[in-house]
């Protein structure tokens, strides 16, 4: 496997990471498209050494590249540009009725942690 | 017939849920149903000599499948589960006002519990017996809380869940060890266990059971149990859940045969709760809580007879079980009865009832002499045949187990004479008590009579008894329940028992001392608490609702899991670069990516996008793949018009980070990388090329020359079609929440005009 297709697919995966655990949609939808190279290129790399492309009427069977991994990186390519699509419109309509587009923490799941151990959950306030 | 059964329980189970509020007591009357058809069934079963088998495989590969094998042990439990549920379902009907709330609630949960304790004695696969061990756990925490409006109720039956529940985990953990040293999940075909996995599976077992039948120190729960409405306490919590403990001991004890930690813990276990059981039994003043800490005693008293592991033993604890049943059932109802009709059940209260209700008295009367071990009744053979059995013993077993069995049983006639003492007579005026109700008075006489009937057909009962004991251990065959032994060693002890048991109870009865504290509930209630103050400790700490944390756990939990692939690195499988176009352009690609993280502002981190992707194209070219390239950079294009179109309105700038946090994504976002970088170097497959059969295929039966095309529209071509349909929901999507804006910005129509 060639090193310098691993050097990008683990930069773009790192790139990726460190933008989705931001605050802002907006970031994070590009962390999203990052990883999507990243796992499109980590498949494709896996489908073996480059070669000439898979067209039966114009390459060799011993020179061409393994078609399976191209059919499937495809899929993964329209479905990440559908995701990215769908978080954009997310972070614009946030944008439109909070006027930012920052991803707020779960009050709910904050109040879990401060009840009072002692208090029976059953009983009326 | 297995199945038909099961199913029957569960319909009625769903059925009586869905309507049975509006059957008000008639629920109890559909109840019945399963519970007789049980019954009818069990009898005929009784005298089989094969066992009748049921399976349906789910997994075969893991050996998991629901699996029953009904033999003579099974049928004599699903015989005193439907048995006596029968009587329960129609004392029910007696026992609750006929607007008492939540009845078909109630109804449709104890149906459920009887099914599940029917699949429990009949299960053979111990996955099986786990899973209808656990359903009774859950029905019973239901039916103890039944009446929840009471914080103390709902104290009780949490506090059964958790004990009992604990045990199911401790069981799991036996079950898994104990398939994997014998090989089988199959009761029947399991043979005796060795070895360090043996033992530590007993134990596990052990405290399983010991949790289910209340053995000290876990029995806690169960005179908490009793704030359960009387028919739950009369069925699961002294007839049959609490038997489920003292069936695994019973159907273990052929597996543990060589392990001496289960002989130890059982002995131990069941001899202290015989004499713990008693000792509350003597103390308390609440009828239902006498008869609870009873219980505790005489399941101690059945434990202890199954870990001796003599054929006689066997038989005597199994004779012990069916006639506890009979006659605890009964006195629970004759409680129950008194309960409802004179509206306390406090013994110091209670007084002249058996000039007031003469039935119930001679029905209590009958049952505490067969708890007594008395003749003429099924609880005198029974007790001579645990006599016999602890002084057929040998060593320190026959004077330790010897000493407390005689000990217990002297408890057993003092606790008994206090109780009934106490319910019947009394130096005060005469309690006063409302009408009788039929539906509750032929239970508990139909009980009594058993008990009586069960003294006169002993040749029955001993053949039941002896073949339900022969499945677990073959030495009990030559065993038989006597009517009338003779002057043996035995009956001298009986008589000796009988006559400091009386004497005993006529000193305790004239103690007047007020009722305890439960004893060892508070230290349960402090570990309860301790639980869920841990358990929400974590809860917070874990579900914090900060999705940055979320996503960062995650990645770099991930990221470490591909540790293990460093071991199966092979530098020989990787080179440099396939050319060095694709070195340029990995390079190209890296930057772009650098770029668009560290840019402050969203057009040029929206740009950098582009760039990344256009790189990205270009390696798909030279790796091969004109089609991703040529897909990739028309959806490059789309995303960054998406990008500044749809962000347009956002600030230029990302708002600041704080620096702490931003160490710790870089960190994790590192180790991200080293690991794709790990786990797709370990997972290379080297410089050769794999075959290629989809040539041929493409070309001959697609029709097409790029084998890519090819794949997507007829060998994946549903696929493509989800895929297709992903796009059209996202489009659908997108115009949806693009809309939603616009229609609050516009104007109405008419202003605009005006």
Known sequence: MSAAVIFAAAALAATGTYLITARTLSRIVLGFSLLGHAAVLALLASGGRAGDAPLANRSATDSMADPLPQALSLTAIVISFGLTLFLLALARREHELTGDDLVEDDLEDRRVAHVHPGADEGAAP | MIWFLLLLYASIAVALAAFGHRLGRHAFTVAVVPAGATTA??????????????????????????????????????????????????????????????????????????????????????????????????????????????????????????????????????FVLVADVTGTSRLSEMSAAAGTSAAVAAVLVMVAAATKSAQVPFHVWLPGAMAAPTPVSAYLHSATMVKAGVLLVAL??????????????????????????????????????????????????????????????????????????????????????????????????????????????????????????????????????AIEAVLGLSGAEAWVGGGVVIIGSVLTVAYTLRLLLGLFTGTGSPTPVARGRVRMTVPSVTLGLLSVAGFFFLGTVSEVVRSAATQVNAKAEVYDLVRWPGPTEALGVSMVVVAIGVLAGLVSHRRTEPAPAPMGAAVVD???????????????????????????????????????????????????????????????????????????????????????????????????????????????????????????????????????????????????????????AATATGPERPPLPLREASVEEGGGNNIVNVILTDIRALDTLGEIVVLVVVAAGVMALARAGRHRADPPLGEELA
């Open chain 2, 252 to 385: 273990g004890s052929p597996v543990f045969v060589d392990q001496p930690l289960w002989k130890v813990m059982g002995l131990s276990l069941g001899l202290t709760s015989m004499i713990w059981g008693a000792r509350g039994a003597l103390r308390h003043v609440d009828a239902k809580l006498i008869l609870a800490w009873g219980t505790i005693s005489q399941l101690g008293l059945m434990i202890a007879l199954l870990s001796v592991g003599t054929g006689k033993a066997m038989f005597a604890a199994v004779s012990i079980l069916l006639a506890h049943a009979v006659f605890k059932a009964a006195l629970f109802m004759v409680v129950g009865e008194i309960d409802v009709r004179t509206g306390t059940r406090d013994i110091r209260e209670l007084s002249g009832l058996w000039r007031s209700m003469p039935l119930a008295t001679a029905v209590a009367v009958v049952s505490g002499a067969s708890m007594a071990g008395l003749p003429p009744l099924l609880g005198f053979p029974a007790k001579e045949a």
């Open chain 2, 526 to 680: 402090h570990l309860t608490d301790g639980t869920l103050v841990v358990a929400r400790l974590i809860t917070g700490r874990v579900q914090h609702g900060s999705l940055p944390v979320y996503l960062t756990t995650m990645a770099a939990t991930a990221a470490l899991a591909t540790a293990p692939f460093l071991l199966a690195l092979d530098r020989d499988v990787l080179h440099a670069w396939d050319s060095p176009v694709q070195a340029v352009l990995a390079v190209l690609v890296v930057a772009a990516a650098l770029t668009a993280t560290t840019v402050g502002s969203r057009l040029g981190a929206a740009l950098s996008l582009g760039a990344v992707g256009i790189g990205v194209s270009g390696l798909f070219l030279v790796q091969g793949a004109p089609d991703l390239a040529l897909t990739q950079l028309l959806v490059e294009t789309v995303v960054v018009v998406g990008f500044v179109i749809g962000l347009g309105q956002l600030a230029r700038r990302f708002p600041p980070v704080g620096s702490v946090w931003r160490g710790i994504r870089i960190g994790v976002a590192g180790l991200v990388g080293a690991g794709v970088a790990i786990g797709l």
């Open chain 2, 41 to 174: 069934w069990s009898v005929l079963g009784l005298g089989g000599d094969e066992p009748v088998t049921a399976d349906l495989v789910w997994v075969a590969g893991l050996d998991l499948s629901l699996t029953f094998s009904v033999g003579p042990l099974a049928a004599l439990m699903s015989l005193i589960v439907a048995g006596i549920g029968v009587g329960v379902f129609v004392y029910s009907a007696g026992y609750f006002a006929a607007d008492a709330p939540g009845l078909g609630r109630f109804a449709a949960t104890l149906v459920a519990f009887s099914g599940a304790m029917v699949g429990l004695v009949w299960a053979d696969s111990i996955w099986t017996l786990f899973i209808f061990w656990e359903l009774t756990s859950i029905t019973s925490f239901l039916l103890v809380g039944h009446k929840h409006a009471d914080p103390d109720v709902r104290v009780a039956a949490r506090r059964a869940l958790l004990v009992t529940a604990s045990g199911g985990l401790s069981l799991l953990a036996g």
